[in-house]
């Protein structure tokens, strides 16, 4: 007896059209990716989009009856003495080398390196790891590019910039929108005297006769930050920092009626170390 041919005919037909027309997918197929696609057959030329460290500020004072967002030219009393005030001008400064310390005690930072060189001839590689903080700074400002995954207990910076930045001259060209970028802030720095990394200007008084107290502090603080508790990386996420500064903290101990200048500089440079607070961090 003969077999008919039909149903092998019928099959084939069927995989023909569920399979013959397929097209491989292309899409991103690193783990580490934001944009990992699990579906994609074979890997993108350059489409894959790697994790970001973003950083955004909270700029507070800290009042009798509230805290409040910080403003410039405001009166705010004293901590020290009630019927005593001060108006902050500007506060501008810079934190570098922001660091997520891991419960093994690892330190990560940013895959991103700037070039510098400085009139000296010297140069050097460095992380790209620089934030320029102002009140008036309202967008987060991108750290770099971070890879990692796991617990982390603790976030870590400088306030304020490494020495070598301080003690050279640097001539290579920072693109417009770095933090270092110098070609439109005069505030951060000096011709003769390089970047200024922690600037503030404040008045005893609202009084206009009253000079103004410009405080420039160069060393830079190491500032350790404990999480209340520990938080969890994963792979393919973007991490959004927020710190909070409270700008009383820079002025504990000040007396803005009897002390003298060298004096209110000493006490808000012991005070650096302490104005700085973890706000939230998430994963995006």
Known sequence: MKMSKLPLYLSTLVFYFLFGCYEPKEGCLNTDAVNYDVTADDPCGDCCVFPSLSLSMQHLIRLPEDTVSFQYGVLYPSEVNALDSFVVDRAR???????????????VGVTDSLSLEFSNGTSIT??????????????????????????????????????????????????????????????????????IPNLLILRRDTVSTTDSLEFRFFDPVQISLPLEAPFVVEKGFNIKLT????????????????????????KIKNNLSNVFHVTEIKLE
């Open 243 to 266: 710190l909070k500064v409270d700008y009383l903290d820079w002025f504990n101990g000040v007396d803005f009626e009897i002390d003298n200048f060298p004096t209110m500089e000493e």
């Open 126 to 195: 460095v992380e790209d790891n620089f934030a320029k903080l102002d009140r008036d700074i309202f967008q987060a400002r991108k750290i770099g590019t971070v890879l990692t995954e796991g617990v982390v207990t603790e976030i870590k910076f400088t306030f304020g910039l490494d020495e070598f930045l301080l003690q050279n001259e640097l001539t290579s060209v920072i693109s417009n929108g770095h933090p270092l970028d110098t070609s439109s802030d005069s505030l951060i720095y000096e011709e003769g005297l390089g970047y």
């Open 93 to 107: 400064y810079f934190i570098s080398d922001l660091k997520l310390v891991k419960e093994n005690g690892e330190e």
